[in-house]
Every structure is written in C-alpha cells, then in structure tokens.
C-alpha cells in the first residue's frame, strides 16, 4: 500500500511543480524576449523484482516520477511591426550582445525593445535596453568588417556619431548612419 502512496504523492508533487513553470510562463506573455520553459519527466525510483538474465527480461516496477528538466525554448517568437527603427528582432539562432555601461559586463539577450540614450558626459548616442545596458557590435566601415573568428572580447559599444539624423539597419544587422 505504502508504495502506491509514494507513486501518487510523486506524481502530484511533479505536477505542481510543472503547473508552477506553465504559471511563469503565462505570468510573463508580455515580456519582451521571455522565452518559455518545457518540463520533461523521469521515472524516479525502480524496484527490480527480478533480473534480467540470459533470454529472459527482468521485472522493474516504477514506485514514482521526478522532474527530469527544465529547459527553455529558444525557438524564435512571433515578430511584430512597430514602426520604431531601434526595435529589432533576430530571426534564427542567435543573440543580441548587450553590456552593462558601468561594470562592462556582457549579457545575451533576444529582446530587441532597444532606445535611443544620449549619455550627458561624452554626448555619445547608444542604442540601450529597457535596463539601461548598450548594444555591443563591431565598429568599422566601409567596407564592412571581417566578422570571422570573432568573440565577446572583440565587442564594443555601437555608438552613433553625433548630428545623426537617421539611421537604418540591414537584414545582416549592419547599421547604416545618415
């Protein structure tokens, strides 16, 4: 009887802790660049009530089930026009390179709501995420630079130069300035 128990209690306790991740996941449908989460299962414990042996299998009864992972879904979402030229979007694999102005540490991020920020001291315009951390790219051109064999350490804020009065950016992410 006791294992029984166990079997369902595992059971209702894994799925709690899957209707916990469906409830993050919905609680953030708005937030730009969330990606959701997929739970997988596992059979938590066997009782071998016989072994294998040469012809013949063995019996195994499962006494309960445990979460196996969590694993976020970097698939691409759904891309909407917005009319804003700082909003981007990837399509594919990949990431948006941002980093934090003060601390100079890097982040990966697929959420694209970028804004324009002059900064008061240089008077330097960068593109920046709602958390305040800059763009990162390759600066150079024309010709384009030669983006093979390039790391994190090779980043750099964008910067636009002053007097911008339009920028556009290309389908290869190359930021055009006017």
């Known amino acids: 009887m006791l294992p029984s128990m166990y079997s369902g209690v595992s059971g209702l306790m894994t799925h709690q802790q899957r209707m916990n991740v469906i409830g993050n996941d919905i609680a953030n449908v708005n937030t730009v660049g969330f990606k959701q989460s997929d739970v997988t299962f596992k059979e938590a414990y066997v009782n071998t009530l016989r072994s294998p042996a040469p012809g013949t299998p063995g019996q195994q009864v ?16 759904a891309m909407m026009q917005t009319g804003t030229a700082s909003n981007l ?14 601390s100079g540490q890097q ?24 958390e305040g951390r800059r763009l990162q790219g390759v600066m150079g051109g024309p010709p384009a630079p030669n983006l093979t064999g390039l790391t994190s350490a090779d980043m750099t804020d964008i910067v636009l130069p002053a007097n911008t009065t339009d920028y556009s950016i290309g389908l290869d992410g190359t930021l055009y300035v006017s």
């Open 62 to 77: 499962g006494l309960g089930v445990q979460m196996g992972q969590i694993a976020r879904d970097f698939s691409g979402g």
């Open 89 to 102: 979007a990837i399509s594919g694999n990949g990431f948006f390179m941002v980093a934090d102005s003060s």
């Open 107 to 130: 982040y990966y991020s697929r959420a694209g709501d970028f804004v324009l920020d002059v900064d008061a001291t240089t008077n330097q315009t960068y593109l920046v995420t709602s």
